[in-house]
């Protein structure tokens, strides 16, 4: 029989606590050879632009190369594997784009329910951000058959209201790639943390992308001033990506 990567919640607590995921097994999940045939296998498809084109082939290159000895996780493969691992009922993204991102959490989990942060900026990274609607049809063309929500506008206003209004609100699963500025990703980290469901995965994009140097420096500072997080970085190629388990 295979092995499940699923969280294991009913087992009982131990010394150890929970058996949940920790982040070292999701790096290793994201970026082993059946996750990398699983993603290659739709990869293609997603908002077919000139990024998304060029990334298709820095993966394929990469394993044609070095087979499955080739470790690199990126925003894709670290939310595809994170969401079918955990199989979120709720997720929130901040900073949506062309749904790439989003429509990898759904290929892992088709049920979760989306809460879809962005304020759609006019040709954002030289492409057309043109908003829900594309973003509604490619998550339907990848499959996604649960809820899905905008927020359409700027998170340091709405992050703030519908945490306001709604406290109670849980995520099993978030991403910040919204705002790239020092300030403002972190404002987007410190907002979504606490409403980061207990074992859930918060994922941040981005920590050695050129353009921003300084995301790296943003991400531990926030990681050591919540002490919840379990972190994990990855910087050694492309454009580098963190993430962290929410251990209580
Ligand atoms: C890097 S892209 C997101 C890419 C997407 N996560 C993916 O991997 O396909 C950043 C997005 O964040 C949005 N954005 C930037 N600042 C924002 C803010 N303060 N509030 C809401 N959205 C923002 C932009 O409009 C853009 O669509």
Known sequence: MGMSHTSGESASRGPYGIPRINVTTLARIASSPSTWSEILGFHGELASDDYVRYADGFYRDNIRRYGDDW??????????????????????????????????????????????????????????????????????????????????????????????????????????????????????????????????????????????PYLLTVWRKFVAEHSYLSSFEYVEQGYGVAFAVRTQ
């Open 71 to 212: 470790h690199y996780l990126d925003i894709v493969n670290v939310l595809y594997a994170t969401s079918k691992a955990l199989q979120p009922k709720t997720y929130l993204e901040v900073g949506v784009r062309r749904g790439r991102s989003a429509c990898a959490v759904a290929r892992g989990c088709p049920t979760v329910d989306i809460v879809a942060v962005d304020m759609w900026q006019k040709n954002y990274a030289g492409m057309e951000n043109p908003g829900p609607e594309l973003v509604t049809s490619e998550l339907l063309k990848q499959g996604h058959r649960g809820g899905l929500a905008f927020a359409n506008g700027n998170s340091h206003v709405l992050l703030p209201q519908l945490f306001q209004r709604r406290p109670q609100l849980r995520f099993d699963l978030i991403t910040v790639d919204g705002d790239h500025s020092p300030d403002g990703a972190y404002r987007d980290l410190c907002d979504v943390a606490p409403q980061l469901e207990a074992g859930g995965v918060l994922v941040f994009d981005d920590i050695s992308h050129p353009a921003h």
